[in-house]
Nanobody, 130 residues
Framework: QVQLVESGGGLVQAGGSLRLSCAASGRTISSWTMGWFRQAPGKEREFVVAISGSGGRTFGGRTLYVDSVKGRFTISRDNAKNTVYIQMNSLEPEDTAVYYC??????????????????WGQGTQVTVSS
């Protein structure tokens, strides 16, 4: 199995920026699809962004963003560090949530918000004040 540990959460003012990290251990995840989800108070878990792994017909790094964060959030990965990042800019109070990193070991033919992920981190809190 793979273990995922998120870090980098905190409290920021609206318009500020934050970068979250997801460090994987136990397995090499360079060929895996990785995603970020979030859960706001009183709401269900929501897909935020995913990035594909290397292999297949591409070099990897294909991404899919939920509309509400497109243009503000950027997902990236550093295979040498076995780590995935999400850079969050222009943060809004509506972005306040616990953010979870997730891993999918199967090769993705196409990225969708409904893809099932096999492994999950414990989450990191992001709070955006007005």
């Amino acid at each position: 199995q793979v273990q995922l540990v998120e870090s980098g959460g905190g409290l920021v003012q609206a318009g500020g920026s934050l970068r979250l990290s997801c460090a994987a251990s136990g397995r090499t995840i360079s060929s895996w699809t990785m995603g970020w989800f979030r859960q706001a108070p009183g709401k269900e878990r929501e897909f935020v962004v995913a990035i594909s792994g290397s292999g297949g017909r591409t070099f990897g790094g294909r991404t899919l963003y939920v509309d509400s964060v497109k243009g503000r959030f950027t997902i990236s990965r550093d295979n040498a560090k076995n780590t995935v990042y999400i850079q969050m800019n222009s943060l809004e109070p509506e972005d306040t949530a616990v953010y979870y990193c997730a891993a999918r070991s199967t090769i993705a033919t196409i990225l969708t918000p409904r893809d099932k992920y096999n492994y999950w981190g414990q989450g990191t809190q992001v709070t955006v004040s007005s």
